[in-house]
T-cell receptor, first 115, second 113 residues
Framework: NAGVTQTPKFRVLKTGQSMTLLCAQD?????MYWYRQDPGMGLRLIHY???????AKGEVPDGYNVSRLKKQNFLLGLESAAPSQTSVYFC??????????????FGPGTRLTVL | AQSVAQPEDQVNVAEGNPLTVKCTYS??????LFWYVQYPNRGLQFLLK????DNLVKGSYGFEAEFNKSQTSFHLKKPSALVSDSALYFC???????????WGLGTSLAVNP
């Protein structure tokens, strides 16, 4: 049981390049999330998914796209990377819709630098 | 506006001493409160949560937190700090649905040998 895994762990992009971050969970969780962590700003929600085939915008969705084609995977895409997207990206998952009580479990993070 | 605040950017404590990491919240209704820890260059790990019931919540690695409704606080505590407890601690609350976690800015805990 690996929990939540993320690939890659590190990436350096040039401005304008594209990339996809992959998140996988083996806990059969319904909900999945993408966050970014920036110094002094805590974590901010980019996009989330409440189930296979569904996605929704979070607090800071601009410049990102996501897809949830399979229940266990949640992909985050950057179509044209910008230096402002330099950050640490975390994926998380939780069991069910709940009422806010369910714990979110996090992956190890991806450190992205955009030059 | 609903929010959570961690008033201390950094807390220093000697190994073996008790530690407290403070958190206060501002939310309408009943909050669901969490503590997460982030060790250097690692992901976020869940420590404990308060949903309802007993105000004293026990979590992983010997940590506990007390929910105080009158003071709108949810301070994290441990009776005897270890050097390995040195990390970044986040107080988090859920705004009533599983989509929206509101994060504090974090408190860096340094435990000195």
């Amino acid at each position: 049981n690996a929990g939540v895994t993320q690939t890659p762990k590190f990436r350096v992009l040039k401005t304008g390049q594209s990339m996809t971050l992959l998140c996988a969970q083996d806990m059969n969780h319904e909900y999945m999330y993408w966050y970014r962590q920036d110094p002094g700003m805590g974590l901010r929600l980019i996009h989330y998914s409440v189930g296979e085939g569904t996605t929704a915008k979070g607090e800071v969705p601009d410049g990102y796209n996501v897809s949830r084609l399979k229940k266990q995977n949640f992909l985050l895409g950057l179509e044209s990377a910008a230096p402002s997207q330099t950050s640490v990206y975390f994926c998380a998952s939780s069991r069910t819709k709940g009422d806010g009580a369910d714990t979110q479990y996090f992956g190890p993070g991806t450190r992205l630098t955009v030059l | 506006a609903q929010s959570v605040a961690q008033p201390e950017d950094q807390v220093n404590v000697a190994e073996g001493n008790p530690l407290t990491v403070k958190c206060t919240y501002s939310v309408s209704g009943n909050p669901y409160l969490f503590w997460y820890v982030q060790y250097p260059n690692r992901g976020l790990q869940f420590l404990l949560k308060y949903i309802t019931g007993d105000n004293l919540v026990k979590g992983s690695y010997g940590f506990e937190a007390e929910f105080n409704k009158s003071q709108t606080s949810f301070h994290l505590k441990k009776p005897s700090a270890l050097v390995s407890d040195s990390a970044l601690y986040f107080c988090v609350f859920n705004a009533g649905n599983n989509r929206k976690l509101i994060w504090g800015l974090g408190t860096s805990l340094a435990v000195n040998p």
